[in-house]
Nanobody
């Protein structure tokens, strides 16, 4: 059974921080690119960050560079997105997704497995 579950969202004031988690079951993250995406109401789903399955290189969208950081706990098969200096524009549902054996395409349609999403709301 292959499953992904995103968690850790919540309500935070501008300038605050949150840690999102992406827990995998039924497979190992070692063989997959892991991407984070977000979707705000009325907006298209956009890429936030990704770690490559090939060499574990990391990529961040321009709007989050210097503020968001990824890390993984291999023993727990859990991947994290640390979000700092949050802005109201970061408000969205955040999803983790994986793609087998891949680098990091930016388009969501290439990713095969998706978590359910977790809501992040940043207030002024």
């Amino acid at each position: 059974d292959v499953q992904l579950q995103a968690s850790g969202g919540g309500l935070v004031q501008a300038g605050g921080s949150l840690r999102l988690s992406c827990a995998a079951s039924g497979f190992s993250f070692d063989d997959y690119a892991i991407g984070w995406f977000r979707q705000a109401p009325g907006k298209e789903r956009e890429g936030v960050s990704c770690i490559s399955a090939v060499d574990r290189s990391t990529y961040y969208g321009d709007s989050v560079k210097g503020r968001f950081t990824m890390s993984s706990d291999n023993a727990k098969n859990t991947h994290y997105l640390f979000m700092n200096y949050l802005r109201p524009a970061d408000t969205a549902v955040y999803f983790c997704a994986t793609l087998d054996g891949s680098t990091c395409p930016t388009a969501p349609r290439y990713y095969g497995h998706w978590g359910q999403g977790t809501q992040v709301t940043v207030s002024n």
